[in-house]
């Protein structure tokens, strides 16, 4: 069956980074009150509610769902529910409510999602992310991500050629985008050399992965409204989710070759087909740079380049800001941060202020069309969108 039309007609977005002073809910609450109040909404006038949240044991918040009713008292008693797919679990929750509005049973929902990370050490936050890897083989439990990742980078090197420049353009690249958005976590130039030299401010995190190839730990939130067709056509702002894709591949890394990013290019390449697009109809692409090594596959797996070389949209400028198709103008995972369950949904609702002209100084010209990619463990769950302005 093919899905309706379903639109994003409000956001709202924390700030990203060490938000000491804030709990789980507060950042909850903070963005779904800034979606309801954009989109001109009440929580009365919502019919469901879901909540993107990885948690993994990172805050005593278990039955986290039931905090979005802090946001708007006419939320109470809205069916609320906690959607968990590794980094992707904000994807999850977008995908949920689309479901749930094709199903007949919303016409209007609310989409949180949300982390809080930075109250637990580097080591236990490693601990509690590298749970979405696969835990019976006790060769693959024994990997942090940015092991895996390190391993993707190796593989790449034996397969293809070092890709070490390329990825420290990237790490540039997306510091360099993140200056133009106020609520990065890391507003902080960059250069190609500092990203591309070991040093004491650039350790090897897993070789041969340096700090700069790694995504941050971050606390924050996002928040989303979806509208049925019928619903969206109330509202001054429509983005309209033309097509969408999720895939999910085996866990264990034995079973497949990690390197080629099949779930990715799949979910990718279906969105893009329900959608009825190409790459040349994208105007700018919101992708998960966990580790720079995987923007650069994820570069592959768009068809933006051949298999070993998506360094060549690099070396031509098609992914910079100002080139045909940009990657992450908000700067990313990289330095935008990565607050797990909230990242899924950050990249919506930074797509739609793209395509709606709230972008400040970080709005693309003439931006019609976005892509969206968020994935969960090591290219094992793939959700890509396509986003379209609607247009008066």
Do not use: W
């Not at 068809?303 to 992914?319: F, S």
Request: charged letters at 20%; proline letters at 4%.
């Amino acid at each position: 069956m093919r899905d309706r039309t379903v639109s994003i007609v409000g956001s709202g977005h924390t700030k990203f980074g060490r938000l000491d002073a804030l709990t789980l809910e507060d950042l909850i609450v903070s963005a779904g009150r800034e979606a309801l109040e954009e989109a001109g909404v009440t929580g009365s006038e919502i019919d469901a509610v879901y909540l993107g949240h990885f948690n993994s044991g990172l805050v005593p918040d278990a039955f986290a769902s039931s905090l979005i009713h802090q946001v708007d008292p006419g939320l109470r008693f809205k069916p609320a529910t906690r959607c968990e797919n590794a980094c992707a679990s904000g994807a999850a929750a977008i995908f949920s409510a689309i479901n749930a509005i094709n199903a007949g049973e919303a016409d209007l929902v609310l989409v949180v999602g949300a982390e809080k990370m930075t109250s637990r050490t580097t080591p236990e936050v490693t601990a509690a992310l590298a749970g979405a890897g696969y835990q019976n083989d006790p060769k693959e439990a024994g990997l942090s991500f940015p092991g895996l990742f390190g391993i993707a980078a190796t593989q790449y090197t034996e397969r293809y050629q070092s890709p070490l420049e390329a990825m420290a353009r990237i790490a540039s690249k997306n510091h360099q985008n993140a200056l133009t958005n106020p609520l990065a976590q890391m507003q902080r130039e960059m250069s190609f050399e500092a990203c591309n030299t070991v040093s004491d401010k650039n350790p090897l995190i897993a070789d041969p992965l340096r700090l700069t190839d790694c995504s941050l730990i971050t606390d924050g939130a996002a928040a989303i409204v979806l509208a049925s067709p019928e619903r969206a056509r109330q509202f001054k702002r429509e983005v309209v989710i033309r097509g969408k894709a999720q895939v999910n591949d085996f866990l264990p890394l034995s079973t497949r070759d990690f390197l080629s990013f099949e779930g990715p290019e799949k979910a990718i390449g279906q969105a893009m087909q329900n959608a009825g697009v190409t790459l040349d109809d994208i105007n700018f692409a919101e992708v998960h740079d966990c580790f720079t090594i995987a923007e650069l596959l994820i570069y592959e797996a768009m068809g933006l380049a051949p298999k070993g070389q998506g360094h060549r949209v690099l070396d031509d400028g098609t992914v910079m800001r100002g080139g045909k198709l940009p990657v992450n103008l908000s700067g990313g995972l990289k330095a935008k941060g990565h607050p797990v369950g909230a990242t899924g949904v950050s990249m919506h609702a930074m797509s739609f202020r793209q395509l709606t002209g709230q972008a400040g100084e970080g709005q693309l010209e003439g931006a019609n069309m976005g892509l969206v990619f968020n994935m969960g463990g090591a290219a094992v769950a793939s959700y890509a969108s396509v986003l379209e302005a609607k247009r008066a």
